[in-house]
């Protein structure tokens, strides 16, 4: 190590701050573990109770735990679970009209004795709502008055004066995360699904199909083997793909024709006399419609090649070229 390198190194060991963030870390992470250690019958019964929810899971907390009960409610809709954040004052003044009794509540309090949260829990308790209580105090009033409590370990916060919630907001986020990747689970959400519910974004173009930006139809440049060439070169041009596929009597993808194969030829004589089957590779290669575009970019990039025909039981359904691939943001 050189001696700027050692220099910088003792500063950021010395570094007050760098001290600090990783007691903080440490704390947390200490926090976690002790949270994952505690999980039992009580987190279970929370999940069998927010599967069988046939509304929303009404997602509600105040102060920092309203910003996290937002991410949960958001979390879970982007996963599966339809949730809603309803803001615990708002529902005092109108807006538990937006609770309905096929929805059940996740209310968030690190305490358990939030003011505001008294008349959600009202309204649920007296139409039979189910209630899960998201808080550190098991004898809280939240908690005794939830269908399922959720305690997670009391723990310091990493404030050094022990007030801004910090730890504990960690943990509510981390138990939310717990709760959302588990239901996923359990309904077998998949990366189609997920992909349903993220189209936009890097997300929405890592999880895009070759059915949803290959072109069909007419856009198909297609001909049978007995085609002139002068026909081929028309349908290659016209559909500006570089290639032209061609199919046998059973409409099934027997060959293609690319423009390389056209300058490759260009030099022989009786080219536009001859036909498609002539001068066509049989060495096609395929993709299925369901595949992922961007498996389909690796391929063409692997192959050096620009156009993928999209197969079923061998019939071309579509065919998607390498721009359409950029076009869409895909890599």
């Known amino acids: 190590m050189g001696t700027t390198e050692a220099k910088l190194s003792a500063a950021t060991e010395d570094n007050a701050g760098i001290a600090t963030a990783r007691r903080v ?32 899971v009404i997602v509600t907390g105040i102060g920092k735990s309203g910003h996290i009960a937002r991410k949960i409610a958001a979390t879970l809709a982007s996963t599966g679970t339809p949730a809603l954040f309803v803001h615990p004052a708002e529902a005092s003044h109108g807006d538990l009209g937006m609770v309905t009794s096929q929805d059940a509540v996740l209310a968030l309090s690190n305490s358990g004795e939030t003011a505001e949260l008294a008349d959600i829990v009202a309204y649920a308790k007296r139409f039979a709502i189910p209630l899960i209580a998201m808080t550190s ?4 009033a939240l908690a005794r008055a939830a269908t399922v ?24 986020l981390a138990l939310g ?3 959302a990747v588990a239901l996923l689970e359990g309904k077998g959400f998949s990366a189609d699904d997920f992909r349903q ?39 290659m041009t016209g559909k500006s793909l ?14 293609i024709i690319t423009d390389g194969d056209i300058r490759r030829h260009i030099s022989d004589a009786d080219l536009l006399r001859r036909t498609a089957g002539d001068v066509m ?30 197969v079923e039981d061998g019939r071309p359904v579509g065919i998607l070229h390498i721009h359409d691939c950029l076009r869409a943001g895909v890599a």
């Not at 573990?33 to 999940?47: K, N, P, T, V």
């Not at 409590?149 to 509510?172: N, Q």
């Not at 575009?293 to 192959?303: D, F, Q, T, V, W």
């Open 25 to 56: 870390l440490a704390t947390e992470a200490d926090a976690l573990r002790a949270l994952a250690a505690s999980l039992g019958s009580s987190f279970a019964a929370a999940l069998d109770t927010l599967a069988a929810v046939t509304g929303r």
């Open 137 to 140: 105090d098991p004898a809280s």
């Open 149 to 172: 409590a959720l305690v997670y370990p009391a723990a310091d916060e990493a404030c050094p004066m022990g007030l801004a919630p910090t730890t504990s907001t960690t943990l509510m």
């Open 177 to 179: 995360d717990a709760l």
């Open 197 to 235: 519910l993220h189209p936009g974004g890097k997300l929405g173009r890592r999880l895009l199909r070759v059915a949803d930006i290959m072109h069909t139809g007419a856009r198909i440049p297609l001909l049978p083997p007995s085609a002139p060439m002068t026909d081929a070169i028309v349908e």
């Open 242 to 255: 570089g290639c032209v596929g061609i199919v046998d009597s059973s409409g099934r993808l027997s060959g």
């Open 281 to 310: 590779s049989r060495n096609v290669k395929t993709v299925r419609p369901d595949a992922l575009a961007s498996e389909a970019l690796h391929i063409m990039n692997a192959k050096a090649i620009t156009a993928l025909f999209a």
